[in-house]
């Protein structure tokens, strides 16, 4: 990885971090920040992404949302496009998603919501409860923000 590569990626990194501490729904984002550092992602694959936040309609058993938005920006560059659905797995981009899963998992502990809340905060929370959810924003700080912060880094830098 060349240096612009590296500072795009800490740029893309405190970007990221800020945009989820000030909206919300971190797969949203990763993406807008992608965008906006690399581009690739148009406006309607950042609003698609709106109800992976929080493991998917803010259950928390799915894949959290920075990983989900990290890997819908790999597979804008690297998956398959339509008009090639009869033209093979595109195992490259196979290989960038779980390149990016395997590490997220060594740096967070996990990979879906509820792996992530309890890590952060030792439990997990129901995020449709009002009251269960100030909680989790509580206790969880900064913390997803970093994650989507690092998400985003490591994306721009893979791209």
């Not at 965008?35 to 058993?61: F, M, P, W, Y």
Request: charged letters at 25%; proline letters at 1%.
């Amino acid at each position: 990885m060349d240096s612009e590569q590296k500072t795009l990626g800490e740029q893309a990194y405190a970007k990221a971090m800020q945009y989820e501490l000030d909206y919300g729904c971190c797969p949203q984002c990763v993406l807008a920040t992608v965008q906006e550092t690399v581009g690739i992602i148009d406006d309607q694959t950042v609003k698609a992404s709106h109800g992976l936040s929080g493991g998917g309609g803010l259950v928390g058993e799915g894949i959290c949302g920075a990983l989900s938005g990290g890997l819908l920006a790999l597979s804008a560059k690297f998956g398959r496009d339509r008009d090639k659905l009869d033209k093979g797995r595109y195992i490259n981009n196979f290989k960038k998603a779980r390149e990016l899963t395997e590490r997220f998992r060594l740096e967070f502990g996990g990979v879906t919501c509820q792996d992530l809340q309890q890590q952060f905060t030792g439990r997990t929370y129901d995020m449709w409860n009002a009251a269960e959810y100030q909680a989790f924003d509580t206790a969880r700080g900064k913390k997803c923000a970093h994650a989507t912060g690092t998400v985003t880094k490591w994306v721009v830098e893979m791209l």
